[in-house]
Nanobody, 117 residues
């Protein structure tokens, strides 16, 4: 059973930084595509960035140059380093694992990030 647990969210002022963590169990982050998504109040969930099993990363234009995804295979954890935060980054951030065998997505319950102006 795959489980994902996000942590690291909180309240930060504009221009500040946060690092989110996504601890996985039941499958290895190194062999699956891992991604971060976010959902702002009243809006649909949107893709933020991801990292493939090969280590390639892809970013949404809105976060390029500010956010960095990484993973620690030993800790089986994926991170999202968020710098130069803006009020429009306020959202619940979700971690997603896409199973390499069947393409099935698994989601965490999310961690809330609030950026004050």
């Amino acid at each position: 059973q795959v489980q994902l647990v996000e942590s690291g969210g909180g309240l930060v002022q504009a221009g500040g930084s946060l690092r989110l963590s996504c601890a996985a169990s039941g499958s290895a982050v190194s062999i699956n595509a891992m991604g971060w998504y976010r959902q702002a109040p009243g809006q649909q969930r949107e893709w933020v960035e991801d990292i493939t099993s090969g280590g390639s990363t892809n970013y949404a234009n809105s976060v390029k140059g500010r956010f960095t995804i990484s993973r620690d295979n030993v800790k089986n954890t994926v991170y999202l380093q968020m710098n130069s935060l803006k009020p429009e980054d306020t959202a619940v951030y979700y971690c997603r694992l896409t199973d390499w065998r069947y393409g099935m997505p698994y989601w965490g319950k999310g961690t809330r990030v609030t950026v004050s102006s």
